[in-house]
């Protein structure tokens, strides 16, 4: 009799362990709005079918966007803002990793070079302001 109960519960262990639901992965999925605003949130247990969306949006990226080349560099490196989202009151910034503002201009032309030759190797952040977008890169000096 004692072995029966033994194999009785050793089945629904067994049961328990190996079912989907014991050993499933779960994952959060958000899903946001396109002003950035968390919409909804969702636990699911299908991690395969979940990918990165912030990846995928730079993959698709188009030449509609403001790049920051080349990083790393060796104390000079451009700012490009495409015409077409050009605005007039388009400006940048440039900050050391502890915040403190190195230097600031306007962006007039759709290509402006930045030089950063006297500063010291390392972390930078260049903080682009384009009509009301605003966009934060970091930027490397070796």
């Known amino acids: 009799m004692e072995t029966k109960y033994y194999m009785i519960f050793l089945?629904?262990?067994?049961?328990?362990?190996?079912?989907n639901k014991a050993l499933a992965q779960r994952c959060l999925v958000f899903r946001y709005d396109t002003d950035g605003n968390r919409i909804s949130r969702t636990v699911t247990?299908?991690?395969?079918?979940v990918r990165d969306i912030a990846d995928e949006q730079e993959n698709v990226a188009s030449d509609e966007e403001v790049k920051v080349y080349p990083n790393p560099n060796n104390g000079s490196f451009k700012v490009v803002v495409p015409e077409s989202i050009k605005h007039d009151?388009?400006?940048?910034?440039l900050y050391d990793i502890n915040s403190v503002l190195i230097s600031s201009g306007s962006i007039q032309e759709f290509e402006t070079d930045i030089?950063?030759?006297d500063h010291p190797a390392g972390v930078y952040l260049v903080k682009i302001t384009n009509g009301y977008d605003v966009?934060?890169?970091?930027v490397l000096k070796q």
């Open 115 to 117: 030089d950063i030759g």
């Open 11 to 19: 089945a629904l262990l067994l049961s328990f362990v190996f079912s």
């Open 89 to 93: 009151n388009s400006c940048y910034e």
């Open 45 to 49: 247990t299908n991690c395969n079918g």
């Open 135 to 138: 966009i934060t890169e970091i």
